[in-house]
């Protein structure tokens, strides 16, 4: 007889992760180093040690170390909020009459809002371990400096986060969690760095962009003794510790003997995707099982779908290290959506190789059918759930809805990355009718890639 | 040797209580009978039910059955967010550096973000079995209607929610949730009703108050063909729903052979305390066990701490029953603090009566220092917790600092009732230093309770 799945499905504290699981041990074809863009040569521990801690210099560096012992300070702290639950979505199975089975990794229980917490910690911790006085970063949305907020409370860190100022000004309440964890919270750009009044003194009326808040953070650390800069997607060393969410969701379906056909998640800089796959990647890898991977991201920002494989700047500024990656161009300048955190030009280069690879599907789609997903699943499964996680669902939806008409009882997982407390304008939008989306143009993408720095393979 | 204690101790889906505690079945003293303002005379059934749905009065007059059956309905819905977390505050004792052992019930992980949930899906559950249309409600803070819109969504009921004007304003974002579950939400004062025009016109800048909202919502709820009136707290029925937050917790203590000392709870209309604690008092009035039980209260609406045990409308319209209760009189306008759920004058009157006869403890707060405690849990505990829960934080924190006073190991269990994510602004004030405190003066609540309605027993 089959075993009875629970609504939730909950890990005992003894079995959150001890390791995490580095998935390019298990790649054959690596993804591509990071370039030093003066030279064109990978970049080395050093180098990178300068912007970053030694340790997660180390994790961004290493290749071939299948896993990394998680420090018992960590898995303390992530005994705050983890395990997290593995949700069987009863409610929206039977709201779509759909024979799939559908299930939800949940990362939003905790006062972050979302998986971002995951790497924040560990971040904070090797900061901590270094004796570093403190870190800066940058924030958008304002899931990723929350979550820092946190870590660096936790462990008696000063934390600094310049936030692009329209999102300052638009979400006064983002601003307020992190200055009640203690962070100082700067609108960028400032007049506290020299790429902040120079774009100032340029353009004073200017609200900001991320990657001019990227700069601005860079520069506070490197020029600030005993700081380090942080960040909360993208990198290697991310992916890696955001695995916690793939091992926890595996433990969690083999424990109930269930296989996964299909498994999805949203797609801004991969961080969460990546975390989420990783191990079922791995199998695959190793020939031990067959899925399909789906990555969402948003018809605005379409980097899997519509992009190019090739080397990049990650940040607008061009200061970063060049990254090898599905790209619209370090130029592309997305539409204003909801969905902040998916608002990048690229993608994780861990993940740009999987899909290069052909181990990963794509898709892209559009803000109001995000919204509708959104809105069913918060009045069935109870949880209002973040814009960016909303994508996964709306493919979720989409998957079970085809087996509606073939009959086929499909096992579907994705990742509800988050809440949308602070995503209530776009929900006031939306409920009000008045949002749209857009959607770049050919000749916009062409545009962008055409300014694709020359490197040669 | 003794069982480890998790951070966070969660019942099986099955564990969710089948039936609801009634604590009036094991009182001696009964709580005083509601009556009709007209004729002074016990209201009936029948009288009641011209408000309320008819299950639903008969809960609010039954003080003799001890158990009341949770439908399978209901419980199914429990299980979207049910069984919550009993979490041992293990971060919290060690920043103390207590040696008290501290536990908190944990209600806010659902959207609603707050324990109001269990008592709004219960009563759109009999309107619904009613054959009603739909229910009207008020909300201030907007934590029931939040909730309220959620349980309607969930029976396909209409909902119809009046809230203060002052908080439509402020509080966009809790309307934007009850919008996206389908709620219609409508600033009070309003054109709608008789009692909103009227006011409107004598006060055309009114900005509204609970009590006028309230009327409204009594007005409209009469007089439109298939729909009642439901209430978010004080009243005996939504006391009894919210005792499946006592009982999952004693049931998680049993589990552990925890025996706790001191259980507190904040105390606005009661129905946090009261779900809480009702089975602990239960066997405090059958004389199996004693516990200490603390009731907080903000020090700007003091009903316990400074009100009188008597006779009193419940609302300011004077339209409501009388209930006798714990009152600083119904015309009694507490400043603006930041926990809008605690602002009543009155207070249940199953626990007026718990207190009138020694059962209970009670103790007044102020903000500042409420904030203070909010903002450290926050740090540790890794929740953000609403200014409301914060009030019993506060005293937790106070009781176990006493024990490092005097080296005793006592075990305090407190309610966490919710968090604080639509309470940005009032951490914003505490953060910038310009949050006070209003205490009322002696001469303010004598001149209130003067108002008293003459109520001869």
């Known amino acids: 007889m089959e075993k009875k799945i629970p609504y939730k499905i909950y890990l005992k504290e003894e079995e959150i992760p001890s390791q995490w699981y580095n998935v390019r041990a298990d790649m054959k074809n690596k993804p591509a180093p990071l370039l030093n863009p003066g030279t064109l040569q990978p970049m080395t521990q050093d180098e990178l040690s300068h912007v970053f801690c030694e340790e997660l210099c180390r994790q961004e560096l290493d290749n071939d170390t299948r896993w990394f012992d998680i420090p018992q300070e960590i898995r303390d702290f ?28 949940f990362e939003g229980n905790n006062t972050s809002g979302s998986h971002k917490l995951n790497s924040a910690i560990a971040q904070a911790y090797y900061a901590k371990k270094q004796g570093l006085k403190g870190v800066t970063t940058e924030t958008g949305a304002g899931q990723w400096g929350t979550a820092l907020s946190m870590a660096c409370a936790y462990f008696g860190l000063d934390c600094k986060v310049f936030m692009v100022k329209c999102s300052y000004e638009q979400k006064p309440f983002r601003r307020e969690v992190m200055r009640t964890y203690g962070a100082s919270v700067t609108p960028s750009p400032s007049m506290s760095t020299a790429v902040g009044r120079k774009l100032l003194e340029e353009f004073p009326e200017t609200t900001g962009s991320l990657g001019c808040a990227i700069s601005e953070a860079v520069e506070s650390a490197v020029s600030t003794p005993g700081y380090r800069y942080v960040l909360g997607s993208v990198l290697n060393q991310v992916l890696l510790h955001q695995t916690v969410i793939g091992l926890e969701t ?24 990546g975390g989420l796959v990783s191990p079922f990647v791995g199998e695959m890898l190793r020939g031990e099982a067959a899925y399909r991977i789906i990555a969402v991201e948003p018809a605005s920002c379409p980097s899997f779908t519509r992009g190019r494989f090739a080397y990049d700047f990650a940040d607008t500024g061009m200061i970063c290290p060049l990254a090898k990656m599905y790209t619209l161009g370090s130029q592309f300048i997305p539409s204003a959506s909801h969905a902040g955190g998916l608002r990048f030009h690229g993608m994780s280069t861990i993940l740009s190789q999987l899909y290069a690879d052909g181990l990963m599907e794509a898709r892209a789609v559009e803000q109001r059918s995000v919204f509708e997903a959104a809105e069913l699943f918060a009045r069935v499964e109870g949880t209002l759930p973040a814009p960016e996680s909303s994508h996964a669902i709306r493919a979720a939806i989409d998957e079970a809805l085809k087996c509606k008409e073939t009959g086929e009882e499909k096992t579907i997982v994705f990742g509800l990355t988050g809440t949308g407390y602070f995503d209530l304008y776009a929900y006031q939008q939306f409920n009000d009718g008045t949002m749209g989306d857009v959607i770049p143009s050919d000749g916009q993408i062409a545009a962008s890639l055409e300014k694709l720095p020359k490197v040669e393979e």
């Not at 983890?82 to 039977?94: D, G, I, M, Q």
């Not at 595996?250 to 995707?273: E, F, R, T, V, W």
């Open 78 to 105: 992530y005994k705050m909020y983890r395990p997290s639950p593995l949700v069987r979505a009863y409610f929206l199975e039977k709201a779509l009459g759909t024979p799939a089975k559908i299930y939800y990794k």
């Open 250 to 273: 595996k433990a969690a379906l083999d424990k109930y003997g269930i296989k996964p056909d299909i498994i999805i998640g949203c797609a801004g800089g991969g961080s969460n995707l």
